[in-house]
């Protein structure tokens, strides 16, 4: 499957490992400051159509996470009988668009300002077009692949989805308790607990946190304990 026009930059990523040593200072900052705590995107796909000088224009919108999760949507949606498939997603930084044949910056990037313009993130539109016989212009072309777009996602329904940091620590054993206790009163998701460190008397305790709260988290944990905890720390885009 052809792409067409592409613009792209690097999606979220900013990884950090890290070791802290009781009232030591980080080696380097936990996160890029560019990385968002919170994003707004659909809770739910949402469809709705216009008919514009006897063509009609159908507009499909739905969350997704990555580019293979936005081409598997493409896929479900497009109408190989309609005269024209364009598309556009946003994914944080990173966004593609496609034309599909209709004149060049007429369809795709008018789709991509519609989602740019919503505030929404982690979101694809296609517009689906069935030629009625009347020909647009460029001018109408851009009016109405972003205009059915806008449409599209100005009445969806949206959520906001929290970033979260997936935080794993080799933790002594006598120090288990202590560190659960502080885990807990954060609310932290997906405990998981592996002996298998080799490491004699460590265990690696793997969770996840609310980006907001992992900064406040590290710091009470480190205060709690006598002695040097490893951790590693990187941000996801799970909500």
Not at 170 to 184: A, E, K, R
Not at 187 to 200: P, R, S
Request: charged share 25%; hydrophobic share 35%; net charge positive.
């Amino acid at each position: 499957m052809k792409l067409g026009l592409a613009y792209s930059t690097p999606l979220y990523r900013f990884p950090v490992l890290l070791s802290i040593a009781r009232g030591k200072k980080a080696i380097v900052n936990s996160f890029s400051s560019s990385h968002g705590m919170s994003y707004t995107t659909l809770s739910d796909r949402v469809t709705c159509d216009r008919e514009i000088k006897k063509s009609k224009f159908i507009a499909i919108a739905s969350p997704i996470s990555d580019d293979q999760s936005a081409l598997s949507f493409l896929s479900q949606v497009r109408d190989p009988r309609a005269t024209h498939n364009c598309w556009a997603y946003k994914i944080g930084d990173q966004y593609r668009c496609n034309d599909d044949g209709e004149p060049s910056g007429t369809a795709g990037k008018p789709i991509y300002s519609a989602i740019v313009s919503s505030g929404i993130d982690r979101v694809m539109v296609v517009v689906i077009r069935h030629f009625g016989g009347i020909k647009l212009g460029t001018g109408g072309l851009v009016r109405a692949y972003g205009g059915v777009a806008s449409e599209c996602l100005r009445d969806a329904p949206k959520c906001v989805v929290k970033s979260k940091v997936l935080i794993a620590m080799d933790v002594p054993f006598d120090l288990l308790g202590s560190v659960y206790h502080q885990l807990q009163s954060f609310h932290v998701e997906d405990i998981k607990q592996d002996y298998d460190t080799g490491k004699d008397g460590i265990t690696t305790v793997t969770f996840r946190v609310d980006y907001d709260r992992a900064d406040n988290l590290e710091s009470t944990i480190k205060a709690a304990c006598s002695r040097q905890i490893s951790f590693s720390k990187q941000s996801t885009t799970l909500g």
